[in-house]
């Protein structure tokens, strides 16, 4: 838990975020790393610590995140804005594979955000296969 965010707004990005990262969607549930609440835009840059500007993001995620904001469009070499959890709607910037073990951007913003946090590393596709298979993955709603 982030100290410096009250509790009861944790909880609600928690509840918000259905305890899933707001970026790869992996649900904490099912990886034993305490996720966190991240700046969407960092306090280092005059974000604010409301509802408005945190998300709930895995570790791997939020590291790669860091002060990001733009990232380039691997598609178009584009220096875009990274996909934003409270302003904008995930399925909008996003789509699996038909495996469910890859993540596609649909959009510039999408696929750098793709890009910047690492979102399909081997691993993670490991896992989502794992997950897959025992009916984990991809979350439904
Ligand atoms: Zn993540």
New binding site residues.
């Given amino acids: 838990m982030s100290p410096y965010i009250p509790v009861k707004l944790q909880r609600q990005i928690r509840s918000q975020f259905k305890n899933r ?6 649900a904490e549930a099912l990886i034993a790393i305490t ?1 966190e609440i991240e700046h969407t835009i960092p306090r280092s840059l005059g974000g604010s610590t409301t509802i408005e500007n945190l998300c709930l ?2 570790p ?3 590291r790669h995140k860091a002060s990001r904001q733009y990232f380039l469009d691997p598609e178009t070499q584009d220096l875009v804005p990274l996909f934003h959890p409270q302003q904008q709607v995930w399925a909008d910037h996003f789509a699996w594979s038909i495996d469910t073990t890859t993540l596609i951007g649909l959009t510039a913003s999408g696929r750098a955000t793709i890009a910047a ?1 690492t ?1 399909n590393r081997p691993a993670l596709k490991n896992l989502r296969k794992l997950w897959n298979r025992v009916g984990q993955h991809p979350p439904q709603d």
């Fill in positions: 990262c707001a970026y790869c969607q992996t996720f993001a895995c791997h995620c939020n946090l979102m």
